[in-house]
């Protein structure tokens, strides 16, 4: 299993680009390290959007594409804090500590 960087979507979230495949690298994009294509095959969750510099891991087929890609979310914990008055409004209050 590898830790890498989305470098390039999938064609389906970018119309404008002339590659179908995305592309991921192991580490980050400055490594300088080799880089895998990828389909939507090859992503655990389908539905799923990928975009540059995404964290995701990945494991490599017989014809070394990345597969069995996930992303790395970071969760934030927010809490809701209401104000009742003549503004009505709420404000989302984020916990630093993780």
Do not use: H, W
């Not at 939507?40 to 070394?64: A, H, Y």
């Amino acid at each position: 299993m590898f830790e890498g960087t989305v470098l390039r979507s999938m064609r389906s979230i970018n119309p404008d680009q002339e590659e179908y495949s995305g592309l991921v690298c192991i580490g980050n994009e400055s490594d300088g390290l080799t880089q895998y294509e990828f389909g939507i095959t090859g992503l655990i969750n389908k539905r799923e959007l990928l975009q540059p510099s995404d964290q995701v891991t990945f494991q490599l087929d017989e014809s070394q594409r990345a597969v069995l890609i996930k992303a790395i979310r970071k969760k934030l914990i927010a809490s809701v804090d209401a104000v009742k008055g003549k503004s009505e409004g709420c404000f989302l209050l984020q916990d630093s500590t993780q």
